[in-house]
């Protein structure tokens, strides 16, 4: 009989079930927090739409049905007014209405900030990725030796500005464990070091804290740099 290859064994064997245990409650953790947000925002809109909208609607019904109820009416009436500003944003008319509401609620002191900021990112995260993120870098930040994980957006050249500024990459630099928020800076392309990993695991690495390691990183990896 074949000795077994301890090399062969996965690393995660080897682990001390406490070790073991946290590291997956800490990996359902990274999974669930996302869903349960998602779902709890998503919840409150319905309750906020059906709030607005199902007394308004019960009082019309009454008269005719009495004690006749639309369950999921929050529901749908969300998907309506979603499917109607979407439909609203596809046309001249419609953007034109669009862009002169979203100016008048700019100007309210406060609310105007935070409506421009949420709508921000949600814009950024309704892109296309291939749109949004190019492709994964390391960076050296905030300091020489030190590295930071970084999405590169574009690149550009201004040569005119400054001879340092004649080729360079955009990237963005999220935090964690929020990567909506971040810095956008300007980086000498050869200064950019590119990492063989997906724009998602990518994202998923600044979540966790980099305690979600994609598997070219993983210790014995020989994957080399993206072509």
């Not at 301890?6 to 001390?16: R, T, Y």
């Not at 909208?53 to 005719?64: E, K, N």
């Not at 008319?93 to 008048?104: K, P, Q, S």
């Not at 980086?187 to 980099?210: A, F, K």
């Amino acid at each position: 009989m074949k000795a077994l290859d301890h090399e062969a064994v996965p690393a995660v064997i080897h682990m001390p079930l406490r070790t073991r245990l946290r590291r997956m409650f800490l990996t359902g953790i990274v999974i669930l927090v996302p869903v349960a947000l998602s779902a709890y925002v998503l919840l409150q809109l319905f309750r906020w739409m059906d709030g607005i909208f199902a007394p308004r609607i019960q009082a019309w019904i009454d008269p005719y049905i009495p004690g006749f109820y639309i369950p999921g009416l929050g529901l749908i009436l969300t998907l309506a007014v979603v499917l109607l500003l979407g439909w609203l944003s596809s046309n001249y008319v419609g953007r034109r209405i669009v862009a002169g509401v979203e100016r008048l609620i700019a100007r309210i002191p406060v609310g105007g900030a935070v409506y421009l900021a949420t709508k921000g990112v949600m814009e950024a995260l309704a892109r296309d990725k291939s749109d949004a993120f190019k492709r994964v870098v390391l960076i050296e930040y905030p300091r020489k030796d030190m590295f930071a994980l970084a999405f590169v957006t574009g690149s550009s050249r201004w040569p005119q500005i400054h001879e340092r500024t004649s080729d360079f990459v955009m990237v963005f630099l999220p935090t964690t464990p929020n990567p909506t928020s971040g810095y956008l800076l300007l980086v000498p392309r050869d200064q950019t070091i590119d990492l063989p990993m997906s724009i998602e695991e990518g994202v998923r690495m600044v979540i966790s804290g980099g305690i979600l390691l994609p598997s070219s990183l993983e210790p014995g990896s020989s994957a080399g740099a993206p072509g």
